[in-house]
């Protein structure tokens, strides 16, 4: 391999986020290359940067809307071939398009945009399908089975692209699957088994949790975020509808809480550490309500309330201080 080609697989890796250029700054002891640049120069390259993606984001969405709104105007004069062509033939040439240019233009955007668009249309074009070809609407296992295989898709072309975007549909969609795939299995009335769907939403949320941990510095960073906030509102949200008619879920949840505060501190994440305390503050004051209200009279609970959450504002903030914001 000359120089040239070793360059070019460099660039490729960084573009992908298999290599960061500060884990390859440090690897090889070189003065980042940007620090001899004029800060202004610097300043306006990472300007022109956000200003491009902000308008990849906004052209995606807008593009995704026109979509939406254009298919359904046109709806009840189309048949079946062109509702399933318009929605999931429309994502899947999408999903080509962009895997086309993650190949050939690595270290654009433009690729991710196009998969974005595509993922956003595939699972409902494929449920369109499904109602097209008059498949049986009674059971769940066709709707489970085919985002089984939207979810395998994405896996498959994650494997091969390594990008962020894909990753998000593959839980996505993955996330949907698992969901259907219990609801398919039970096959009844969902209220009968709402314990069960609650400790399913919390395991879902530890599961996004552990895979946020573990995205931490790869290609996936920019998920971390993400999957740390939905990953907490899942897990305490699930854990919090089980306190209110049992004593033993009230007494766990301040361990549950706690334990997110300690969370926070292990994986530094904000998200984790204010939902944390918004739950905590939710729980204590449904506690007070239920057992103090009446004892106390209403007007001193609130007042304690009140020092509570002045408390508790205070003892999150410096945790962020101490051990996430430094």
Not at 111 to 121: D, R, S
């Amino acid at each position: 391999m000359n120089k040239e080609e070793l360059v070019q697989e460099l660039l490729v890796k960084i573009s992908t986020g298999e290599i960061t250029r500060e884990e390859l700054t440090a690897r090889l002891h070189l003065t980042p290359a940007t620090s001899g640049a004029p800060v202004s120069e610097q300043a306006k390259v990472a300007t022109t940067f956000s200003v491009t993606k902000m308008l990849y984001v906004l052209g995606a969405a807008i593009v995704v809307v026109g979509v939406v709104i254009f298919v359904s105007q046109i709806w009840n004069d189309t048949g079946s071939f062109e509702r399933i062509a318009m929605t999931l033939g429309l994502g899947l040439v999408l999903a080509g398009a962009g895997s086309t240019l993650l190949k050939s233009r690595p270290q654009e955007s433009i690729g991710t945009v196009f998969h974005f668009i595509g993922g956003m249309l595939i699972p409902g074009g494929a449920v369109v399908t499904l109602s097209e070809i008059n498949v049986d609407s009674v059971s769940l296992w066709p709707v489970a089975l085919t985002f089984g295989v939207i979810f395998a898709f994405y896996l498959l072309l994650n494997s091969v692209h390594k990008n962020s975007i894909l990753t998000f549909f593959s839980i996505a969609n993955g996330t949907a699957f698992v969901y259907l795939l219990v609801a398919a299995i039970i096959d009844g009335p969902t209220y009968f088994y709402e314990d069960l769907f609650t400790y399913l939403t919390m395991a879902m949320g530890a599961s996004y949790l552990l895979l946020a941990h573990s995205f931490r510095g790869g290609w996936n960073n920019r998920l971390v975020g993400f999957l740390y906030f939905f990953g907490s509102i899942g897990f305490l949200g699930a854990a919090f509808s089980q306190v209110f008619d049992s004593v033993g879920w009230q007494l766990l949840y301040f361990a549950i809480v706690f334990g997110g505060l300690a969370l926070s501190v292990y994986m530094r994440s904000r998200s984790i550490l204010v939902l944390s305390t918004l739950f905590l503050i939710a729980h204590v004051s449904y506690i007070t309500g239920e057992y103090f209200a009446d004892s106390l009279g209403w007007p001193i609970s609130l007042v304690i309330l009140g020092f509570i959450f002045i408390g508790l504002g205070y003892i999150s903030v410096n945790i962020n201080k101490k051990y996430i914001a430094s």
